[in-house]
């Protein structure tokens, strides 16, 4: 047994998988041996979580099947969707409200009962956590705006069906496949740390329900997928202010802030998700017309390139394109994160099935730095 301390669990093998191979010294992405280059291009959504949960890409028959079957679970329970009225009502952030949806979702799941050992099953139950996520997060921003849930469509994509759901309008083509592309690039990427915590919950033989609940909670931090809502808002402040966007990093840096969209515990170069996302980021704004997030995502980049951040392998994230693009969309900025779990629900149901397949609990160790020898007092002589 090693006493050496590894802080964060940096760069600590702890499972071996198929699934998703991320290269942080060259800005590489692969899914089950496919490029992410090649898969955001070519492939669907729907495709893409065939691919994680049955190790291969799906024939057409394969795949129409597959997105049917996807397609008949989006209907979520009255109950949940009462639920999500009340805590839009309450004006609860969407993170938590989708935490809170999801672990509901449990209640009214057909084969509660099955054997968390039955891996098949859990599949099943992930198909259904996944067609649901997208109507609970639709739902509860309408709520939000006073509007009744729009009903799910099966005969659109997972994406077009959302966009659908959350404005009543069925997208054009150009923003369902922009969506799509989106949730493709977002649908992995190796032991991050709310994949992790689906993994944890999942090596305890957890119904894989408290797995994904568990995975919303830690995507929700600004360290991991919150970080895409803050870049939105550093543009936001930025277009708010009487400052250009050089001109706010130097004070955020000055200041000692972090700046969010920047850094990576894998990547030392620039995300190759970021890359795709700036490429489409591209074709938007000029197709629009609209250049501004565009322009300052631009300048600041430029910026921290020349102050050298990117030489210190401190390089733009998948989340410094994510929200312009989502932005022009026309998504509101606090559904960004939620967004994000959407589509890795997929890769989090996933690595929770690779890893039960030969599952061992798993149960690190702290060094303890308390006391040893305290002597107990009584608590009324204390
Ligand atoms: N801006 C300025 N400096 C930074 C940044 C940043 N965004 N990120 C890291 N650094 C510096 C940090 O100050 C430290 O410098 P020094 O050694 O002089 O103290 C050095 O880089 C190493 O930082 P670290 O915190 O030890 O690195 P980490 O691997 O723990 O951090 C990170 C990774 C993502 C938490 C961090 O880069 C960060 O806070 N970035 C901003 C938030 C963000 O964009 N998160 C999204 C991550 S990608 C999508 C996802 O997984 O959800």
């Known amino acids: 047994m090693s006493d050496e301390l590894k802080r964060g669990l940096e760069g600590v093998l702890v499972a071996e998988s198929d699934l998703s191979y991320v290269d942080g010294e060259v800005g590489r992405l692969v899914y089950r041996g496919y490029d992410i280059e090649d898969l955001a291009r070519g ?22 099947a597959f997105a049917a079957d996807l397609a008949a679970e989006r209907a979520v329970d009255d109950d949940v969707l009462d639920t999500v009225q009340a805590l839009a009502d309450a004006g609860e952030r969407p993170m938590a409200a989708l935490r809170t949806a999801v672990s509901m979702l449990s209640a009214y799941e057909p084969e509660g009962d099955a054997d968390p050992a039955d891996l098949d099953a859990t599949l099943r139950k992930g ?82 329900y408290s797995g ?12 991991h997928g919150g970080a895409n809502q803050d870049v939105m808002e550093v543009l936001q402040e930025v277009d708010a202010s009487d400052k250009d966007p050089v001109q706010w990093v130097k004070d955020a840096r000055d200041e000692g802030r972090r700046i969010p ?77 939620p ?27 702290a060094r303890y730095t308390g006391p040893k020898d305290s002597e107990f007092v009584p608590v009324d002589e204390r």
């Open 43 to 64: 492939a669907s959504y729907e495709e893409v979580v065939y691919l994680l949960w049955h190790g291969s890409l799906p024939t057409r028959e394969e795949l129409d």
């Open 127 to 208: 198909r259904r956590i996944t067609a649901k996520i997208p109507t609970i997060l639709a739902a509860f921003e309408r709520a939000r705006q006073g509007e009744d849930p729009v009903a799910p469509d099966p005969d659109l994509s997972h994406a077009a069906n959302f966009l659908y759901m959350l404005t009543g309008t069925e997208p054009d083509e150009v923003s369902a496949e922009t969506f799509d592309m989106a949730l493709t690039l977002h649908a992995d990427h190796g032991f991050n740390a709310s994949t992790f915590t689906a993994i944890v919950i999942g090596s305890t033989m957890a119904d894989v």
């Open 212 to 223: 994904v609940t568990g995975g919303i909670g830690a995507l929700s931090g600004p360290l």
């Open 261 to 337: 969209g920047f850094g990576h515990r894998v990547y030392k170069v620039k995300d190759p998700r970021a890359n795709i996302l700036e490429e489409k980021l591209r074709d938007l704004s000029e197709s629009s017309g609209d250049t501004k997030w565009l322009d300052y995502t631009t300048a600041i980049e430029e910026y921290l390139t020349e102050q050298g951040l990117l030489d210190k392998g401190i390089a733009p994230n998948v989340d410094f394109y994510s929200g312009s693009v989502y932005d022009s969309l026309g998504i509101p900025v606090d559904m960004y994160t």
């Open 339 to 365: 967004i994000f779990a959407m589509s890795r629900a997929g890769g989090w149901i996933a690595h929770v099935v690779e890893y039960q397949e030969d599952n061992r609990l798993i149960r690190p160790r």
